[in-house]
């Protein structure tokens, strides 16, 4: 009988000190621009964000949703197989973030690698994840992590910093029989790869003082997206994804999308056919979460329970390159 990837547990974690929009715009009000916050507040919904401690790393922020997860699919790190992680904002350029969260886990026996698909790693992570699940009778647990900490990473007089808050989102994936994972699909549009990133560190121009003081190791809006790479971009996914894979919008019991503008969320449901109230939103909670919102989102739609056992769910995460990913799967959890 084929083995098919199911997800048994599901964990977030937002850290405790809360950031609203009202911080921060005391902070660019000193700076002499006392109305930025309130135009991108009103623009995406977001009323609050969360940070770390200043002494954790991105690995630091996964391990207590990792944990979790794990706990709540009656697991032990030892039983994990595989540590998948996506994120875009990493402990190091090298060594992946996994590897450092395996060791702090006690996932002795795990392998792990990262996803760097931008805030569209968690559907990626989810897709990766359930072939090797379907493909190797060795990988029976998998616990895959969803991690956002680009605050830290950013110039704190740039008015984009608004929009990275920080947190994680956690999912264990099992070896099964009944349905579960339906399908992935992928979408990318690499002309926009110089409009937002981190541009200095890596190859293309290594870490230098020069670099650090023109703030090119920090992450830039260099170039607005237009609105429609989101607003054309997620149907696309969401309808390639129920074509492959045999469904329709009248079978999705929730769609989870990047949680980066309240208002557009609605806007995609009505254009794909999902019914509003069955598009879940978490930002005006917990803000912008980058590669976390997907996951951190997921988990909010279950414990609210709004995602039933048999119920379709659809993930479509966007992020910085252009990268798009989209996953659906059967509830089993």
Known sequence: MARVAQIVSTARYLPERCVTNAELTARFTALGNPLVIDKLGEASGIVQRFYAPDDWATSDLA??????????????PEDLDLVVVGTDSPDYLTPDTSVVLQDKLGAKNAGTFDVGCACASFPACIGIAAGLIASNPGIQT????????MHRLADPNDPTLFFYGDGAGAAVLVAGTEPGFVGATFRADGAYAKYWGIFAGGTA??????????????VRLVQPYPAEVNHDGWPLVFNRLAAEN???????GQLILTQVRMRSIPLVAERVGVPVDKAHITMDRYGYTGSACIPIALDDAVELGRIKRGDLVVM??????YNMAGAALRWTA
Do not use: C, H, W
């Open 205 to 218: 121009e290594p870490a230098s003082v020069e670099a650090v003081k023109a703030g090119r190791t920090q």
């Open 246 to 252: 045999g469904f329709t919008a009248r079978d999705v």
């Open 63 to 76: 391990l207590p949703a990792a944990r979790e997860a794990i706990r709540r699919a009656g697991r032990k």
């Open 316 to 321: 479509i995460g966007s992020g910085v390159g």
């Open 142 to 149: 998998v616990l895959v992590v969803g991690v956002y900490m």
